[in-house]
């Protein structure tokens, strides 16, 4: 009962480094979608994907990639890490587009 | 813009006692679901009730019921009965639906303490 998965937990990243959180469900939903939870800013959302193929930018794209070649799998890349983009990250898919979300349990990313 | 406010970013309540969380929201959609979140100390986002807006009467899930009013656009959160373990973080969120966007929008929270 995998739900959706989100690795790694921890990071910490030098500036200018790149990485990618992975993000995989198991549900077949076709909306996924990353946001990052800042203290006092709640969760803003960064990119989101209606199904396969299908990707677009949220409240704060800037810094971060995505793609989604399957289903399943909805991975966010940071090109160039910043201090600025030290935050919680969460992944969550819905089965459909009004419906209850489910979320990972989180990355916590520090970049220094 | 659509936006979502929690007017009261920490709270705290007796064990046993009620409380309840305001919210806020604005958008010009007229259909749209209301949600109301619990982030423990764990981190894990954990869904505690939803209220589909062309519903009239208030959802309500054990000890937690919300007051919705639709005119006034208001969403809040009551908790019965409080315990040590509804120590959390408190979003209150709302998706649009209808149009080709159905991504949450969340407020920025409250937290709440429930004191023994």
């Known amino acids: 009962n995998a739900g959706v998965t989100q690795t790694p937990k921890f990071q910490v990243l030098k500036t200018g480094q790149s990485m990618t959180l992975q993000c995989a469900q198991d549900?077949?939903?076709?909306?996924m979608s990353w946001y990052r939870q800042d203290p006092g800013m709640g969760l803003r959302l960064i990119h989101y994907?209606?199904?396969?193929?299908?990707?677009d930018q949220g409240e704060v794209p800037n810094g971060y990639n995505v793609s989604r070649s399957t289903t399943e799998d909805f991975p966010l890349r940071l090109l160039s890490a910043a201090p600025s983009q030290t935050s919680v990250y969460f992944c969550?898919?819905?089965?459909?587009?009004?419906?209850?979300?489910?979320f990972g349990q989180g990355t916590r990313l520090t970049v220094v | 813009a659509q936006t979502v406010t929690q007017s009261q970013p920490e709270m705290s309540v007796q064990e046993a006692e009620t409380v309840t969380l305001s919210c806020t929201y604005d958008?010009?959609?007229?259909?749209?679901?209301l949600f109301w979140y619990k982030q423990p100390p764990s981190r894990q986002m954990i869904l505690v009730i939803r209220q589909e807006a062309y519903k009239q009467q208030n959802a309500t899930e054990n000890r937690f019921s919300v007051n919705f009013q639709k005119a006034a656009k208001s969403f809040s959160l009551k908790i019965s009965d409080s315990q040590l373990g509804d120590t959390a973080m408190y979003f209150c969120?709302?998706?649009?639906?209808?149009?080709?966007?159905?991504?949450?929008?969340f407020g920025k929270g409250t937290k709440l303490s429930v004191k023994p």
């Open positions: 969550a898919s819905q089965p459909g587009q009004a419906s209850k979300a489910f």
């Open positions: 958008t010009s959609e007229s259909n749209y679901y």
């Open positions: 969120a709302f998706i649009n639906y209808g149009g080709s966007q159905g991504n949450l929008i």
């Open positions: 549900m077949n939903h076709e909306y």
């Open positions: 994907s209606v199904g396969a193929g299908i990707t």
